[in-house]
């Protein structure tokens, strides 16, 4: 997907961009109006410079249309340009003060919308994509090319009216005072635009891949420093600094690629504009010389031409220097169009509380790719009983549950909940019927109440406590000097494996969720740790329909089946009692895990 699509052509995804933006259609408008109005007062200036070399110096009387501007006798033309220049500078500046406000709030707003909505989305979006994409270029879109989606208005269509203005308005002024020099001057406009074509595409290409490689650094960065402790116990940080290096080489080349783009693009530009500049020297110097043309108008038009040639190579340089923003929305939009594979049905139904009935009924999954990575899975939970998984690493137990609780949906068959497709329920209502706990607990950046509150964030301190209580976790919490206020870590760090587990399994109880998925919680504790972890987990399967994954027989003693998975497929469904060679099984499992 973040390959430029050939099809996508750069007005295509111009138009889209328009109309993603549609709330501040409005405020486009006022800076456009704006920016049209300060065209005619950009005339102003020159035509001073005329009067001055004209009226006040030549002596001829000023035009009627000007001889309403005040002063008197002698000096009256030129305390009319001082008037008029006067009057330009401060309209001028008014207009670029309002302007500036409304563009940057404008700007300001539509990345804020388009953060707001590209959030949400990446956070339905499917694992699926996560696991294909990783963490750091979605991050990437989110937060940087989102703040330059709206340059392609605000620096692109705008100013590009704008200019429009102005050169139109410039142009006609030219053109009553010399149409010889209007011919000459604008005869390299179609050159302009000649030579710029090939330029757009060229540079769109390059600034996308400036910024898959940006993305790449983030990526980098993001994986090392969250696995910096096993880049320092290797002793790899040399290495990893050199990945980063060779990156930044890259971008930095293809930085420099662009920049020589653009310079050879302004070489051109600025070359023919020179030849247009030389073309109205001589044909008005001609003119000036024959008398077909006054001093003041010769000076006024080259002065306008100047600044025509101003707004067109801002016109034609925007379809160059727009390629970077394009390139942005590119991402962006690509990533918003990204639709979330577990899909809500229209008529989803609403479910407040689960008995607790989960059946399986030929359940086969792959992921991406063709192996199958369940085959055919079948069994059946009543309410309330405890249902051990075994299997070696890779059987597919971790799969399993990943589809009860619709991270994935299945590829072949179905799941039902109390006898209901759980693909016809609400996705927020399914998810609230289960506590999960992992073998790898996560904990956010917050205080441990707020970790332990993550499922019910308006839970009560005594709520909390009580929690932390059933899960063996209160005492370790009081003991630390900021007691529930303790932040821990990202990933938290500052709190032992086990501690984590217990804060987790804190997590779960104040859910009270109907169902309880628990994958291997104990895998990476000591059996010390373990024990105590063991003695919270019995609580809170008390009266809940469990799914424990588990690789020691004293876990799955306690449940009323165990079902033994083997490459995707049920071997085994029996009482702890009767599987057949459990032992043997759950050793080899010890031996994989942690798994
Ligand atoms: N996100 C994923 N994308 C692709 N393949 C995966 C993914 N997760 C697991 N697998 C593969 O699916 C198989 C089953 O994995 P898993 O359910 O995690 O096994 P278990 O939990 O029994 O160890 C493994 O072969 C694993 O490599
Ligand atoms: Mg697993």
């Not at 501040?24 to 006022?30: A, N, Q, R, V, Y």
């Not at 044909?283 to 008398?291: D, I, P, R, T």
């Not at 577990?342 to 607790?356: F, S």
């Given at each position: 997907m973040s390959e430029p699509s050939e099809r996508t052509s750069g007005w295509q995804l111009f138009r889209r961009v328009v109309r993603e933006q549609e709330s501040c259609w409005p405020h486009f408008g006022g800076i456009l109006a704006l920016s049209v109005a300060a065209a005619p007062i950009a005339l102003l200036t020159p035509l001073a410079l005329k009067v001055v070399l004209?009226?006040?110096?030549?002596?001829?009387?000023?035009p009627s249309g000007l001889a309403w501007l005040p002063g008197e006798g002698e000096h009256h033309a030129l305390i009319a340009a001082a008037t008029l220049i006067l009057f330009a500078t401060f309209s001028h500046q008014c207009i670029a003060y309002i302007r500036k406000l409304l563009r940057a709030w404008t700007n300001e707003s539509l990345v804020l919308g388009f953060r707001a909505r590209m959030f949400p989305h990446v956070e339905r979006l499917s694992l699926s994509y996560h696991d294909e994409e990783g963490p750091s270029d979605s991050t990437f879109r989110v937060l940087f090319d989102t703040a330059v989606v709206p340059a392609l208005m605000l620096d692109g269509l705008i100013p590009f009216v704008g200019s429009l203005a102005l050169l139109i308005a410039m142009v006609s002024v030219i053109i009553t005072t010399s149409w010889q020099i209007a011919l000459v001057a604008l005869s390299i406009a179609p050159l302009m635009l000649l030579a710029s074509w090939p330029f757009g595409r060229v540079l769109r290409r390059q600034w996308h891949e400036i910024k898959e490689l940006d993305s790449a650094a983030l990526a980098l960065l993001q994986e090392v420093f969250s696995a910096v402790r096993v880049v320092k116990a290797f002793g790899q940080e040399k290495l990893e600094t050199e990945r980063l290096i060779q990156l930044a080489k890259e971008s930095m080349r293809a930085k420099v690629q662009v920049a020589r783009t653009q310079g050879k693009f302004d070489v051109i530009m600025g070359t023919l504009t020179a030849l247009g500049t030389l073309g109205v020297f001589v044909v008005g110097g001609l003119q000036v010389k024959n008398g077909n043309l006054t001093l003041g108008a010769m000076a006024m038009a080259a002065w306008l031409l100047a600044q025509v040639y101003g707004p067109l190579q801002l016109l034609i340089g925007q379809i160059a220097s727009l390629q970077s923003s394009l390139a942005s929305a590119e991402r962006a939009i690509s990533l918003l169009d990204?639709?979330?594979?577990v899909i809500e049905r229209p008529d989803a139904r609403a479910l407040d509380r689960a008995q607790g009935h989960v059946t399986f009924r030929d359940v086969s999954f792959s992921y991406a790719t063709d192996r199958r990575v369940l085959d055919s899975v079948s069994f059946d939970v009543t309410p309330g009983m405890r249902l051990g998984i075994a299997g070696r690493t890779g059987a597919g137990k971790t799969t399993l549950m990943s589809l009860l609780t619709r991270l994935y949906d299945p590829t072949g068959g179905a799941i039902l909940l109390d006898g209901v497709d759980i693909r016809d329920l609400l996705v927020d209502d399914l998810r609230q019927q289960f506590s999960v706990v992992l073998q790898e607990p996560v904990l956010f950046k917050k205080s441990i109440a707020e970790n332990i509150n993550y499922a019910l964030p308006d839970a009560t301190r005594e709520q909390t406590i009580e929690a932390a209580k059933l899960a063996n976790a209160h005492e370790f919490i009081e003991s630390f000097p900021d007691g529930y206020e303790t932040i821990v870590g990202e990933r938290g760090m500052r709190v032992s494996g086990g501690e984590r587990q217990r804060i987790s399994l804190a997590r779960a109880f104040l859910k009270d969720a109907p169902i309880l998925v628990l994958d291997e919680p104990t895998s990476s504790v000591d059996i010390q740790t373990e024990r105590r972890i063991l003695e919270a987990m019995q609580r809170l399967m008390e009266g809940r329909t469990t799914f424990i994954i588990a690789h020691r027989p004293n876990t799955l003693a306690s449940c009323d089946r165990v079902l033994v998975l083997e490459q995707g497929r049920v071997v085994q469904f029996e009482a702890p009692g009767s599987v057949s060679s459990l032992e043997a099984l759950m050793s080899e499992m010890a031996a994989d895990a942690p798994s």
């Amino acid at each position: 997907m973040s390959e430029p699509s050939e099809r996508t052509s750069g007005w295509q995804l111009f138009r889209r961009v328009v109309r993603e933006q549609e709330s501040c259609w409005p405020h486009f408008g006022g800076i456009l109006a704006l920016s049209v109005a300060a065209a005619p007062i950009a005339l102003l200036t020159p035509l001073a410079l005329k009067v001055v070399l004209d009226n006040y110096i030549g002596g001829a009387p000023l035009p009627s249309g000007l001889a309403w501007l005040p002063g008197e006798g002698e000096h009256h033309a030129l305390i009319a340009a001082a008037t008029l220049i006067l009057f330009a500078t401060f309209s001028h500046q008014c207009i670029a003060y309002i302007r500036k406000l409304l563009r940057a709030w404008t700007n300001e707003s539509l990345v804020l919308g388009f953060r707001a909505r590209m959030f949400p989305h990446v956070e339905r979006l499917s694992l699926s994509y996560h696991d294909e994409e990783g963490p750091s270029d979605s991050t990437f879109r989110v937060l940087f090319d989102t703040a330059v989606v709206p340059a392609l208005m605000l620096d692109g269509l705008i100013p590009f009216v704008g200019s429009l203005a102005l050169l139109i308005a410039m142009v006609s002024v030219i053109i009553t005072t010399s149409w010889q020099i209007a011919l000459v001057a604008l005869s390299i406009a179609p050159l302009m635009l000649l030579a710029s074509w090939p330029f757009g595409r060229v540079l769109r290409r390059q600034w996308h891949e400036i910024k898959e490689l940006d993305s790449a650094a983030l990526a980098l960065l993001q994986e090392v420093f969250s696995a910096v402790r096993v880049v320092k116990a290797f002793g790899q940080e040399k290495l990893e600094t050199e990945r980063l290096i060779q990156l930044a080489k890259e971008s930095m080349r293809a930085k420099v690629q662009v920049a020589r783009t653009q310079g050879k693009f302004d070489v051109i530009m600025g070359t023919l504009t020179a030849l247009g500049t030389l073309g109205v020297f001589v044909v008005g110097g001609l003119q000036v010389k024959n008398g077909n043309l006054t001093l003041g108008a010769m000076a006024m038009a080259a002065w306008l031409l100047a600044q025509v040639y101003g707004p067109l190579q801002l016109l034609i340089g925007q379809i160059a220097s727009l390629q970077s923003s394009l390139a942005s929305a590119e991402r962006a939009i690509s990533l918003l169009d990204e639709t979330p594979e577990v899909i809500e049905r229209p008529d989803a139904r609403a479910l407040d509380r689960a008995q607790g009935h989960v059946t399986f009924r030929d359940v086969s999954f792959s992921y991406a790719t063709d192996r199958r990575v369940l085959d055919s899975v079948s069994f059946d939970v009543t309410p309330g009983m405890r249902l051990g998984i075994a299997g070696r690493t890779g059987a597919g137990k971790t799969t399993l549950m990943s589809l009860l609780t619709r991270l994935y949906d299945p590829t072949g068959g179905a799941i039902l909940l109390d006898g209901v497709d759980i693909r016809d329920l609400l996705v927020d209502d399914l998810r609230q019927q289960f506590s999960v706990v992992l073998q790898e607990p996560v904990l956010f950046k917050k205080s441990i109440a707020e970790n332990i509150n993550y499922a019910l964030p308006d839970a009560t301190r005594e709520q909390t406590i009580e929690a932390a209580k059933l899960a063996n976790a209160h005492e370790f919490i009081e003991s630390f000097p900021d007691g529930y206020e303790t932040i821990v870590g990202e990933r938290g760090m500052r709190v032992s494996g086990g501690e984590r587990q217990r804060i987790s399994l804190a997590r779960a109880f104040l859910k009270d969720a109907p169902i309880l998925v628990l994958d291997e919680p104990t895998s990476s504790v000591d059996i010390q740790t373990e024990r105590r972890i063991l003695e919270a987990m019995q609580r809170l399967m008390e009266g809940r329909t469990t799914f424990i994954i588990a690789h020691r027989p004293n876990t799955l003693a306690s449940c009323d089946r165990v079902l033994v998975l083997e490459q995707g497929r049920v071997v085994q469904f029996e009482a702890p009692g009767s599987v057949s060679s459990l032992e043997a099984l759950m050793s080899e499992m010890a031996a994989d895990a942690p798994s």
